[in-house]
């Protein structure tokens, strides 16, 4: 069964400072990888996704995100954070067979405050 | 172009009340998804459904309904409300394929039950 484990509860780091919020995947192949972002109070947006070619991937907002199969692993990165970007950060997965029934399995988030 | 629209923001229920939480898309999606979404949790799937008329349980189904009579509407069912069903609760949605957009998502609706 398909699991995504975000081992970061909750994270700070300074305005300015570079950022990496770490997602590890459990899955028999190479799954659709996906990272959402939501700020207080509202619901959740995609930052990017990943489901072939180039393990680097660019999203919204100044966001990247690597994907490495030997790790098992799709971590999110922004080089230089803003206070903005205070939120809560959720890692998914889905897979690549299923159709229909298809589903995304979400990670438990984790928590970034950014200090001024 | 609303996207997924939530109604109510915001409810505080009585224990045993019941309540439908509505959701509406108008990106003519043919998945809709419920998720409930509890600190430190993350989100868990309660009901999906894959088309008008057809729906499925997902991970935490128990005391809620649901039913997909349109391509638009998904509303879910609180019959007999509890303190465990107070929760931040999500409708999602997607296109056919899911690597396309991943699922777009409401707003949510934050429910006490006291």
């Known amino acids: 069964a398909q699991s995504v484990t975000q081992p970061d509860i909750h994270i700070t780091v300074s305005e300015g400072a570079s950022l990496e919020l770490r997602c590890n995947y459990s899955y028999g192949a190479t799954p659709y990888l996906f990272w959402y972002v939501q700020s207080p109070g509202q619901g959740l947006q995609l930052l990017l996704k990943y489901f072939s070619g180039d393990t680097l991937v660019q999203g919204i907002k100044g966001f990247e995100a690597e994907f490495k199969r030997s790790q098992s692993s799709f971590n999110l990165r922004k080089p230089s954070v803003h206070w903005s970007d205070a939120a809560e950060y959720f890692c998914a997965v889905g897979a690549r067979s299923g159709g229909a029934t298809n589903k995304l399995i979400f990670g438990t988030g984790t928590l970034l405050a950014v200090q001024p | 172009n609303a996207g997924v629209t939530q109604t109510p923001k915001f409810r505080i229920l009585k224990i045993g009340q019941s309540m439908t939480l509505q959701c509406t898309q108008d990106m003519n999606h043919n998945y809709m998804y419920w998720y409930r979404q509890d600190p430190g949790m993350g989100l868990k799937l309660i009901y999906y459904?894959?088309?008008?008329?057809?729906?499925d349980k997902g991970e935490v189904p128990n005391g809620y309904n649901v039913s997909r009579s349109t391509t638009e509407d998904f509303p879910l069912r609180l019959e007999l409300a509890a303190p465990s069903q107070t929760s931040v609760y999500f409708c999602a949605s997607r296109q056919q394929a899911l690597q396309d957009y991943g699922y777009t998502f409401g707003s949510g609706t934050r429910l006490t039950v006291v």
């Open positions: 459904s894959v088309g008008a008329g057809i729906t």
